[in-house]
Nanobody, 124 residues
Framework: QVQLVESGGGLVQAGGSLRLSCAAS????????MGWFRQAPGKEREFVAATSWSGDITYYADSVKGRFTISRDNAKNTVYLQMNSLKPEDTAIYYCAANPTGRGSRRTDAFGYWGQGTQVTVSS
């Protein structure tokens, strides 16, 4: 089992940047695929980015491709989401998730463990 804690959210102006971090407990972090999802008020949770256990394979939603970068540091049990050129439509609660199979995925049901989320607000 793994526990996930997100940090790094906040309020930023459009065009700005934020880096989210997700710290994981447990000694098996390096075997999990990791993902970031987000949920805006009144909307369903949606995929943002994901990476395989090694970090060699990454996936991005079309809406963030070229602006966001997912990375991981298995020595630190941490996965990151670097968010550049932020837009007001990126405003949401961002969740980190872990997939025990080690694969990245765009599907929420592939991830068995979730953090509590961190709020990102982008002002226009």
């Amino acid at each position: 089992q793994v526990q996930l804690v997100e940090s790094g959210g906040g309020l930023v102006q459009a065009g700005g940047s934020l880096r989210l971090s997700c710290a994981a407990s447990g000694r098996t972090f390096s075997s999990y695929g990791m993902g970031w999802f987000r949920q805006a008020p009144g909307k369903e949770r949606e995929f943002v980015a994901a990476t395989s256990w090694s970090g060699d394979i990454t996936y991005y939603a079309d809406s963030v491709k070229g602006r966001f970068t997912i990375s991981r540091d298995n020595a630190k049990n941490t996965v990151y989401l670097q968010m550049n050129s932020l837009k007001p439509e990126d405003t949401a609660i961002y969740y980190c998730a872990a997939n025990p199979t080690g694969r990245g995925s765009r599907r929420t049901d592939a991830f068995g463990y979730w953090g509590q989320g961190t709020q990102v607000t982008v002002s226009s």
